[in-house]
T-cell receptor
Framework: DQQVKQNSPSLSVQEGRISILNCDYT??????FLWYKKYPAEGPTFLIS?????DKNEDGRFTVFLNKSAKHLSLHIVPSQPGDSAVYFC??????????????FGKGITLSVRP | GAGVSQSPSNKVTEKGKDVELRCDPI?????LYWYRQSLGQGLEFLIY????????KSGLPSDRFSAERTGGSVSTLTIQRTQQEDSAVYLC?????????????FGPGTRLTVT
């Protein structure tokens, strides 16, 4: 039972354009969401996060949008750069239930940015 | 400062053997997590340590898996009588796990291959 779903396994965009990576979740108890970026043979690197009390968080070229009613979040990268090519994981945790901060991950999406 | 480190980076073992994987978290991080990533899958939570509290072992797939954290720092994940389905990348992460900082920082992982 996938509680965090990244339904598109891959995305290819042109350098300079916007990349939009989508993520859906089913557990309404999730209240904190994170995006991680992973290069081959390396561990995931934290990119950006958002609390459920917000609907948008921006950090430089990266913006995460959260739609709680739709249980959907998205990561926007603009402008996209070739160095952004990596696997991106969406993750969620349910802290307000008093549970610990263990993360539930999606399967990841491979982003390729073409020069 | 130094990030999360893991050893060994690669481990090949024969079915039925025991293996130990080591994680050194970021200094000062009180929370430590183990995850694994099987081929084509997202990261799967295994176990969580926070300070002196009893660990959350809810993600361990079988009683062949165990982990300990000595002195609130270094952690060892032990897999007894390894099976081929145990082959995966085992990732360790640490965090401050405070209200202001839920982000988890990952090590490079240990790639375990059971032959």
């Amino acid at each position: 039972d996938q509680q965090v779903k990244q339904n598109s396994p891959s995305l290819s965009v042109q350098e300079g354009r916007i990349s939009i990576l989508n993520c859906d979740y089913t557990n309404s108890m999730f209240d904190y969401f994170l995006w991680y970026k992973k290069y081959p043979a390396e561990g995931p690197t934290f990119l950006i996060s958002i609390s459920s009390i917000k609907d948008k968080n921006e950090d430089g070229r990266f913006t995460v949008f959260l739609n709680k009613s739709a249980k959907h979040l998205s990561l926007h990268i603009v402008p996209s750069q070739p160095g952004d090519s990596a696997v991106y994981f969406c993750a969620a945790s349910a802290r307000r239930t008093g549970a610990n901060s263990k993360l539930t991950f999606g399967k990841g999406i491979t982003l390729s940015v073409r020069p | 400062g130094a990030g999360v480190s893991q050893s060994p980076s690669n481990k090949v073992t024969e079915k039925g053997k025991d293996v130990e994987l080591r994680c050194d978290p970021i200094s000062g991080h009180t929370a430590l997590y183990w995850y694994r990533q099987s081929l084509g899958q997202g990261l799967e939570f295994l176990i969580y340590f926070q300070g002196n509290s009893a660990p959350d072992k809810s993600g361990l797939p079988s009683d062949r898996f165990s982990a300990e954290r000595t002195g609130g720092s270094v952690s060892t994940l032990t897999i007894q009588r390894t099976q081929q389905e145990d082959s995966a990348v085992y990732l360790c992460a640490s965090s401050l796990d405070e209200v202001s900082s839920y982000e988890q920082y990952f090590g490079p992982g240990t790639r375990l291959t059971v032959t």
